[in-house]
């Protein structure tokens, strides 16, 4: 399969997203990325389409629901939020989105830090194969994997995508 | 005769499933609880928010010999994973009553305990414990007699990482009672395995073992040249119990020679920080204008100990578990 151009899928998360903002009237917004493909993605729209920084980020290893099977994961980086985000209007980025199982488990971080008053999710890529009810707001690009294919976003600067072929479980 | 415990501690693919010494553990993965622990940590050196990592786990404090202070550490940290805990007072339940140590343990195995924290006032029982436990249960050592206290020496270690920007390098000095202190000894090791250029231990010759060299520090008996150039002093307590046994001669004594003064800290490097295991003894080891100085960082010392337990009991949790496949995140 052709990956898709990775300057056309960020410019149409970019445009969307601003749509998003603009529709939903978002004022003052924090731009949440998750670790690690996210907050590469979160940092490239700042940096090249104006997306209100600064940059704050989530580590979702100590919420992911799977640590029965897979255990701890061995590279653990820390969230950083800011003090507050009671009320507050979020953009959660991440780089793909497949089972939503890592939304899901961004959204319960988050909410250990307060209420907010809105997620937006964008993410560069939607691979499909959802398994929870998480869908994005913005996206770059869908795209339909074989069974074994699994698609990376490669970084921080330039982002790249690239196919890894694995018969691991999603 | 007992199996080689910094193999025991390891699950076949590296990872750790039980945490009994600091001794013989890689450079990688001391650094690794270092870097687990500070992910507990906001970015002014604050526990976050309580993360549901290890829900539906339950966590059993075994406590054969008292200790108020390090038990609670450990029940909050298994609190902040959201695991279960039970204290279980043992010392006045079932070994009182005759039970035999693995009769007791087969008990709680059959309770469906994931963890067992242990402290006991014998050298090596947390790693008989180890040995001898079903499968899938992680022993994490609470302090074993004279032998090693490992999460007060990691907590240490990430006191220094974050106070000092990292430990290789560093010129750390132990003082007091280093004879009957498993802490000394977990810190010797994880010292020298993390890069620390100098660790020297420092006490009269009645508390100095004979083979404290052998680990890689240097004994001085002279206080006051063991604090040149000092990064990094570390204060020891000092039981009184000792005194009765004529080690040493009193307490004012002792004071004079080996307590913290101003004066004495000010032959360390100005920015040299002061760390106690707690409970401190004013006035014995050391002064309070020290103690509550702004060089001393013993306060926070107690937070960063939750956070290196929460990432002990996480990882050893995570080494446990029966399908070993490699980590992978979910997208």
């Known amino acids: 399969m052709t990956l898709p151009d990775i300057k056309a899928t960020c410019t149409t998360l970019a445009q969307q997203l601003k749509q998003h903002i603009c529709d939903n009237q978002i004022d003052n917004p924090i731009v949440v990325g998750i670790h690690t493909g996210g907050v590469w993605v979160a940092q490239h729209l700042i940096d090249e389409f104006e997306l209100p920084g600064p940059l704050y980020s989530v580590d979702i290893s100590f919420y992911r629901d799977d640590f029965n099977q897979k255990g701890l994961n061995p590279k653990v980086q820390g969230s950083s939020l800011p003090d507050t985000i009671e009320g507050r209007d979020l953009i959660l980025i991440d780089d793909v989105i497949m089972s939503g ?21 964008a993410c560069l890529l939607d691979v499909g194969q959802r398994q929870l009810p998480f869908q994005p707001d913005a996206c770059g690009a869908r795209l339909a994997l074989e069974a074994n294919q699994r698609i990376k976003v490669k970084g921080p600067s330039p982002l790249s995508l690239y196919l890894k072929n694995s018969d691991t479980e999603s | 005769m007992m199996s080689d415990p910094s193999q025991l501690q390891l699950a076949p693919n590296g990872e750790l499933r039980h945490f009994l010494t600091t001794e013989g553990l890689s450079k990688e993965l001391l650094e690794s609880i270092l870097t687990k622990a500070s992910g507990f940590l906001d970015s002014k050196g604050d526990l976050i928010a309580k993360v549901p990592l290890l829900r539906g786990k339950s966590v059993v404090n075994l406590f054969f010999e008292n200790s108020t202070r390090t038990r609670s550490t450990f029940e909050l940290a298994a609190t902040r994973l959201s695991a279960d805990i039970l204290n279980l007072d043992i010392q006045r339940s079932a070994t009182s009553k005759g039970e035999t140590l693995m009769d007791t343990l087969w008990n709680l195995e059959a309770m469906h305990a994931d963890m067992f924290v242990v402290r006991h006032a014998d050298s090596g029982a947390a790693h008989f414990i180890a040995e001898h436990v079903t499968p899938n249960v992680a022993i994490i050592n609470a302090g074993d007699g004279r032998h090693a206290h490992p999460t007060q020496a990691m907590l240490d270690m990430l006191t220094i990482q974050r106070h000092k920007q990292g430990i290789e390098g560093k010129v750390v000095a132990i003082v007091g009672d280093i004879l009957h202190s498993r802490v000394a000894r977990s810190q010797i090791h994880a010292l020298k395995t993390l ?23 240097k004994a001085y008996y002279d206080f006051s040249l063991a604090l040149r150039d000092c990064d990094v002093v570390i204060m020891l307590r000092l039981q009184k119990e000792r005194m009765q046994n004529a080690l040493l001669p009193s307490e004012s004594e002792f004071f004079r020679l080996y307590g913290l003064t101003s004066e004495k800290l000010a032959l360390a490097k100005p920015d040299a920080i002061v760390m106690h295991p707690g409970p401190i003894n004013r006035g014995v080891e050391i002064e309070s204008a020290v103690a509550d100085g702004p060089q001393s960082v013993i306060l926070k010392q107690v937070g960063y100990g939750i956070a290196v337990r929460m990432a002990v009991m996480a990882m050893a949790m995570s080494g446990q578990r029966t399908n070993q496949a490699g980590p992978e995140a979910p997208q």
């Open chain 1, 101 to 121: 199982r890592t939304v899901r488990a961004a959204i319960n971080e988050l909410f250990d830090y307060g209420r907010p008053s809105s997620i937006t999710l």
């Open chain 2, 195 to 217: 890069g620390a250029a100098e660790v020297r231990v420092v006490g009269p010759a009645t508390l100095l073992p004979k083979d404290i060299e052998d680990l890689g520090a």
